[in-house]
């Protein structure tokens, strides 16, 4: 964490602790493009078509207005953030802003003179990798890629190497009932064979499609994950905390939405959250406010009502929502868990990485 960014941090916590009338939030994800070049068969995304997306222009301001409310993280997400070709500008000028810049990618789009770009741009680059059987990726990702992102994954470490690049680059995984009795190879895979930094694992998302229930995994299979995360935690930096993994499938947390502001690829701020406003007349009061025509920061205080709102909602049962809810008052938890259980085994183990170099 750069020292600007770590300050930042700091800043926005006290912050939400001391006062109570106008909360900062300290993550924002932005969906940088809808299009997706996978084809999950628990996501429905990728069947998007795109079209009226939110230009650079347009995103450098509202990545201003986030980095002003007192953001500390922006994560690119999608689809694939990969198709935009301004994707390294945008993440340079976050990162000049202060911010510490994030992107989820499936990889399939990397080439050799990304790496520099990526190094400039990213602090932290996560690339989604499930299995390590082919049969396995393809039917869950419904592309036949894997050996084409292990090839890739092997480039790009090398590269950051070379370079001596501080990014941390993380194996994103989805447990999923295909996968969950084989992510003792999948550990070994991100790190002993593909010199990963390190590793996340979330819980198949079952509202993501249609047929997103059929791979949602058995309460004998999350006991096993559970297992074999906890006899490897101490082996290698995991980016769950303990709280999370002793919490899988069943986490305790109060959301606290206004934590993570959400905006998706046509530059809407998804108020109180992607999961809400997407469904209004299920969950009456979530709203899209469009941030080409309105100022962030002219409609924040507005929204506080509409993110208490949805304080103790429980929707979801994704981990890096829990653990940021977790962050949001618990300094103990920001201490112990974050910097001390994840944080400073991946720096550590970068250091040796590029060391090694």
């Known amino acids: 964490m750069n020292k600007s960014a ?146 890739n994954v092997r480039k790009l470490m090398a590269g950051l190497t070379e370079l001596k690049a501080d990014v941390y680059v993380c194996g994103m995984v989805t447990i999923s009932n295909r996968n969950a009795y084989e992510l003792h190879d999948v550990i070994h895979m991100i790190f002993d064979d593909l010199g990963m930094d390190t590793i996340s694992f979330n819980l198949l998302d079952p509202g993501g499609a249609a047929t997103a229930k059929e791979f949602l995994p058995t309460h004998e299979q999350i006991n096993y994950v559970k297992k074999v995360l906890f006899d490897h935690k101490s ?59 309105n100022k962030l920061s002219d409609v924040w205080r507005e929204e506080q009502r509409t993110y208490s709102k949805y304080a103790d909602c429980k929707l979801c049962n994704l981990g890096c929502v829990a653990e940021s809810a977790w962050s949001t008052y618990d300094l103990k938890f920001i201490l112990n868990d974050s910097f001390f259980g994840m944080i400073l085994p991946t720096m550590k183990r970068i250091r040796e990485r590029n060391n090694r170099g």
Request: some cysteine; proline content about 3%.
């Open 235 to 293: 082996l290698y930096p995991i980016s769950n905390s303990t709280r999370f993994l002793n919490q899988l499938g069943d986490f305790d947390y109060r959301c606290n939405p206004w934590k993570s502001v959400q905006i998706n690829e046509k530059g809407f701020l998804q108020s109180p959250c992607l999961f809400v406003s997407a469904q209004p007349d299920i969950f009456p009061g979530g709203r899209e406010i469009d941030l080409c025509k």
């Open 6 to 151: 770590g300050v930042r941090f700091f800043k926005n916590h006290i912050s939400n602790r001391v006062f109570d009338s106008v909360k900062r939030p300290t993550y924002a994800y932005i969906t940088i493009t809808s299009v997706c070049n996978s084809r999950c068969k628990y996501c429905d995304m990728w069947k998007n078509k795109g079209g009226d997306e939110t230009n650079a222009d347009e995103w450098k301001k509202i990545i201003d207005e986030l980095a002003n409310l007192g953001v500390v993280t922006l994560t690119f997400s999608g689809g694939e953030p990969f198709i935009r070709e301004d994707l390294f500008e945008l993440a340079s000028y976050a990162r000049s802003q202060g911010l510490i810049t994030m992107v989820v990618t499936n990889l399939s789009l990397f080439k050799e003179w990304h790496i520099e770009k990526i190094a400039e741009s990213f602090d932290f680059f996560g690339i989604s990798i499930d299995s390590t059987r082919s049969e396995i990726y393809k039917e869950v990702r419904g592309v036949d890629w894997l050996e084409r992102i292990k090839e």
